[in-house]
Nanobody, 122 residues
């Protein structure tokens, strides 16, 4: 039971990527899903989150206006559209689930995947 993240890669500054997060072995229907990232030498940080209903989303200030989180429950997947990428967005990106609503405590999230590497060159 875990997520499988995909869609990462190497992109130039100002470019775009679309990350996918597919659930394996469980349904996302009642889960809020968060995207997180960890850069080398830094702590993991929350980037975006979408509630189970899809009605509410949250973003860290550094990505507001550039990233968009969405979900497709029939496909059991969540996406992160990333535009106007900057070198400081370089990190391994992970998705994880929590119950119904987004939460600030990462310890409340589970089913962490292996992550997908995003590298933004200047």
């Amino acid at each position: 039971l875990q997520f499988v993240e995909s869609g990462g890669g190497l992109v130039q500054s100002g470019g775009s990527l679309r990350l996918s997060c597919a659930a394996s072995g469980f349904s996302l229907e009642y889960s809020a899903i968060g995207w997180f990232r960890q850069a080398p030498g830094k702590e993991r940080e929350g980037v975006a989150c979408i509630t189970a209903s899809g009605g509410d989303t949250e973003y860290v200030d550094s990505v507001k206006g550039r990233f968009t989180i969405s979900r497709d429950n029939p496909k059991n997947s969540v996406y992160l559209e990333m535009n106007s990428l900057k070198p400081e967005d370089t990190a391994v990106y992970y998705c994880a689930a929590t119950n119904i609503f987004c939460r600030s405590d990462q310890d409340k999230y589970g089913y962490w995947g292996q992550g997908t590497q995003v590298t933004v060159s200047s």
